[in-house]
């Protein structure tokens, strides 16, 4: 990873992003069986050294941080737990690959209900197809609640992504989805503690989820919405 690229939350305020970090809209488009199958590039946001991204989910400058949280006396309390992700998670054993879950972790982004359900796959990979299968929608959680795992090696078959932001829109709900923090980007607490380092975060930014910083998916009960196009 880039030096000093990383994501610093400010107390009942933004996310400061540091390293040039790039940021760009992604937006999960549903496929024949009803229900999000890929992710489809959307707005690329200019480059910029540092930025800050709203956390409060009122900035009238979304993504970016206008100052709203202050004038809303905006509550960004950290409650998420931080027990690591492995100690947290269920672990569900296959007969090709074996998938962890952490619930906690869930932004709602439904990939997991494609094709009978990742963990129906999972279960089934003896058949290549459904090994396919429950890779591809365990890593197109963009939460990282679901990770597929390689029996033979014992590591976690992962995206290869380069360090950068994406803001999630779910047009299917007709509503803007968490933050998509990719690739291992540092996360830095408002107590200046570290979030342990992972490959796929959702981000809360509609202010509402009670597992801050991380997304639960109370964008969708508030029906946040950024005014990106592809929810127009
Ligand atoms: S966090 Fe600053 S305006 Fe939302």
Redesign the pocket.
């Known amino acids: 990873m880039g030096k000093n690229q990383k994501v610093v939350i400010v107390k009942d ?2 996310y400061l992003v540091f390293g040039n970090l790039i940021l760009a809209v992604e937006i999960a488009v549903v496929g024949e069986e009803g229900y999000p199958e890929k992710w489809e590039k959307g707005k690329a946001y200019p480059e910029q050294e540092k930025y ?1 991204l ?6 009238k400058n979304k993504p970016y ?5 202050t004038s809303i006396g ?1 509550d960004g309390t950290e409650t998420a737990d931080r027990t690591k992700y492995l100690e947290q998670a269920e672990k569900l054993i296959g007969p090709k690959i074996d998938l962890t879950d952490a619930q906690n972790l869930c932004s709602s982004a439904r990939f997991c209900h494609l094709s009978g359900s990742t963990w129906t796959n999972v279960e089934n990979s003896e058949d290549p197809e459904a090994k396919e299968i429950a890779i591809k929608t365990a890593c197109n959680c963009p939460a990282g609640r679901l990770v597929v795992w390689d029996k033979k090696t014992g590591k976690p078959i992962e995206l290869k992504v380069k360090p950068s932001i994406s803001l999630l829109e779910d047009p299917q709900a007709k509503v803007s989805g968490p933050i998509w923090l990719k690739g291992g980007v540092e996360l830095e607490s408002a107590d200046g503690t570290k979030y342990e380092i992972r490959n796929r975060m959702t981000l809360c930014r509609c202010g509402k989820s009670d597992n801050k910083p991380f997304c639960d998916g109370s964008h969708i009960d508030c029906k946040f919405n950024d005014g990106d196009e592809s929810l127009k």
């Open positions: 305020g933004p800050a709203c956390r409060c989910g009122k900035s941080c206008d100052g709203t949280h905006f």
